[in-house]
């Protein structure tokens, strides 16, 4: 059988997450990588043994590709995918899908009228405690989610904005720690409630960094359908990335986890827990420690759905319902914080 064609547009930091996946996927062969700097896609095109592109839309046009990583600052992620998209490629874009909530609903309903697959990273949902927690949700031990809270406390100091050249602005980023950090638990607790948000608000500062505009801080309240309230609080002023931490309060009993590790306390006295399995595809790739290691997981599942195994687990319409959290976040914003560059 031919094995699918797949490229990287994005050379950065994120990438060594998709590339090194790739290459460890036996129905899959990388074939081109693309970015603006052509340094950057020269030495991973030298590292793994492959064509170097600066235009993505040249690559497109040239390479006949079944499948395309995005692997790029926030702005251009449905920019690229739409294009993508028209040349009947698939897509596997990194989070957030976009920085406007209209632009990803346009990008999902162009790639179903091109007849291809668009998913979208999140790749905590893969974590063995985020996957524990669900099943019980939906398995009925724990019940429906009544009550939620997410806590994320990480440092990112002035020097982290100051290294990129769209990081930490409203206008490539789309935000701060919401949309760059706080999205993932976000994501998580929104996934196990499994509602329709009716109501959000929230409150964005940015406290400590002098380098860039964005809200480095914020807190509030989601209220679902359902009736569940899920509280947020998040902010990179702390001195280290503290683990994330998700309590979840339902009709049976209480979970709260982390990306590392999770407890169940049911109402009848039981108590389960487990720790996450690492996939041993990425513990040498490099990639920073709080991105976790289930990217290969996720991106093993996307390549199934391509082939006809199962079915695209997180797509556009699913990534979709964080989006839109997000998005709502910003836009309900009670606090004086300008959007500008």
Not at 260 to 283: C, F, H, K, P, S
Not at 292 to 307: E, P
Request: aromatic share 10%.
């Amino acid at each position: 059988m031919n094995k699918l064609r797949v490229a990287v547009v994005g050379c950065g930091s994120i990438s060594v997450m998709h590339l090194d996946s790739i290459v460890s996927l036996d129905e899959v062969e990388l074939v081109a990588v693309c970015d603006i700097k052509s340094e950057r896609a020269e030495q991973k095109a030298a590292k793994y043994g492959v064509k170097a592109y600066t235009e993505y839309k040249i690559m497109f046009s040239e390479e006949k590709l079944d499948a395309v990583h995005i692997c790029l600052p926030h702005y251009l992620h449905t920019v690229v995918a739409c294009e993508a998209f028209k040349n009947g490629i698939s897509v596997l874009s990194e989070k957030p899908m976009s920085i406007k909530y209209d632009d990803a609903v346009n990008a999902v309903e162009l790639a179903k009228k091109c007849g291809v697959q668009y998913g979208v990273i999140f790749q905590c949902r893969y974590n063995t405690p985020s996957q524990l927690i669900k099943q019980r949700v939906i398995d009925g031990s724990l019940g429906s989610v009544k009550c939620g809270r997410t806590t994320l406390t990480w440092y990112r100091p002035d020097n982290y904005y100051d290294s990129s050249d769209w990081k930490g602005t409203w206008y490539k980023e789309g935000g701060g720690v919401v949309i760059d950090q706080a999205i993932h638990s976000l994501d998580l607790a929104n996934w196990m409630i499994d509602s329709e948000p009716i109501e959000i608000q929230s409150s964005l500062h940015n406290r400590n960094h002098k380098n860039m505009i964005v809200e480095d801080s914020a807190e509030g309240l989601i209220k679902y359908k359902n009736g569940a309230l899920l509280s947020f609080y998040a902010m990179n002023n702390y001195f280290v990335d503290e683990p994330i931490e998700i309590r979840l309060y339902c009709e049976n009993g209480t979970a709260i986890f982390s990306y590392d590790n999770a407890v169940i306390n049911y109402n009848d006295g039981r108590v389960e827990t487990v720790e996450n399995q690492i996939d041993d595809v990425l513990t040498q790739s490099g990639g920073k420690e709080y991105w976790g290691f289930k990217h290969n997981v996720q991106i093993r599942q996307f390549y199934n759905s391509l082939l006809g195994k199962e079915k695209l687990e997180i797509s556009g319409e699913e990534a979709l319902k964080i989006q839109n959290i997000v998005c709502q976040i910003y836009n309900n914003n009670d606090c004086v914080i300008k959007k500008g560059n």
